[in-house]
């Protein structure tokens, strides 16, 4: 596999994250700058710092992936399926204040996931197919770096994650 398809790969894997370091060069402040409160749903925003620090750390482990080398199509799709699964609990029980976002990162990892499916879980089908201009396009949207820039600050600011450098 060659090191542009790797990079692909890590950046959709990335964009998982409702967290992830999604954006552009601008960089987020680095104080934090809210205390957390209630959230819209009726979890606490602490509950929810707390459900955005687990799946930080179920992301974390299938960062690995992309570190070993190329995933085998069980481990793609085990790892994307169940951040997508995550992820979409996060955009249940997000504040008002960023529920936005987070619909629209969710959304496009949704369009990875069933672009993923599409080709069996096999990295080089994806990249090879007609595919894959429509998913380097999800990884380059302006709309959805921007959306997880913000998801970033608010994590920060909110919960006290760390931004990523």
């Not at 969710?106 to 069996?120: P, R, S, T």
């Amino acid at each position: 596999m060659t090191r542009t398809t790797t990079l692909l790969l890590g950046a959709a894997l990335a964009a998982t994250s409702l967290l992830a370091a999604c954006g552009d060069d601008a960089k987020p402040a680095t104080t934090p700058t809210t205390q957390a409160g209630t959230g819209t749903t009726g979890m606490s925003q602490d509950a929810f710092c707390d459900m955005v620090r687990n799946y930080e750390a179920k992301s974390n482990e299938f960062d690995a992936l992309f570190q070993a080398g190329t995933p085998t199509p069980e481990a793609l799709e085990t790892a994307f399926t169940t951040m997508a699964g995550l992820q979409g609990e996060l955009v249940a029980n997000a504040p008002a204040d960023v529920k936005a976002d987070a619909e629209l990162v969710l959304a496009g990892v949704d369009e990875m996931v069933a672009m993923f499916a599409a080709h069996n879980w096999d990295v080089a089908a994806l990249m090879t197919s007609d595919d894959a201009a429509e998913f380097q396009a999800l990884i380059d949207d302006p709309a959805i770096a921007d959306a997880g820039d913000r998801l970033d600050q608010w994590g920060f600011d909110t919960c006290g994650i760390p931004l990523d450098s």
